[in-house]
């Protein structure tokens, strides 16, 4: 009985030293790291009653005079049902260069598709193109760009973006 036990517990004892026929590689846990803006996905703005907005560049580098364009996911995770009308631009109320913020010159469409966005309800890829006038603010360099929806009194405002204006004026 002695012999079984032995027989059993050493072969445990080898595999669990890391030693034996085969070569394991342990990996050490990560800790979980920052987001950076370098990642792959930008993240979700701040929530606003359950709503939320991440802006993705169509492209990082414009050149000088180009319109910047960007898509923008909405999602809802809250309890309310908000709708909004989308036309051919999406529907916003203002927007944010380097931190200070306009209001978007178009006005909010009044004919178009009724879109609901309900409790876990994401709507995705909708188009956006910044305005004729932020063109004169988009300087030669690094720009960071926000976005912002009003959905019946609750302001939604994005992730913020990097872009990059190239070119001489």
Known sequence: ???????ILVPLLVVAAGSGCSR??????RRMQA????????????AAEGLQCRVRPIKRVYGSGESPTFTIDLR????????????????????SIDGRWRRWPASP????KVRALGPDVEVADMPV???QDARSLLTPGVHVVRLAFSFEGVEVVSNPVEIEIVGTR
């Open 109 to 112: 469409p009044t004919d178009g």
């Open 35 to 46: 987001v950076s803006s370098s990642s792959a996905e930008p993240t979700w703005g701040v």
């Open 1 to 7: 009985m002695r012999t079984l036990r032995c027989s």
């Open 24 to 29: 394991h590689t342990v990996v050490a846990p």
């Open 129 to 131: 193109i910044l305005p």
């Open 76 to 95: 809802n995770q809250g309890g309310r049902i908000f709708a909004f009308r989308s036309g051919e631009q999406t529907p916003l109320s203002q927007y």
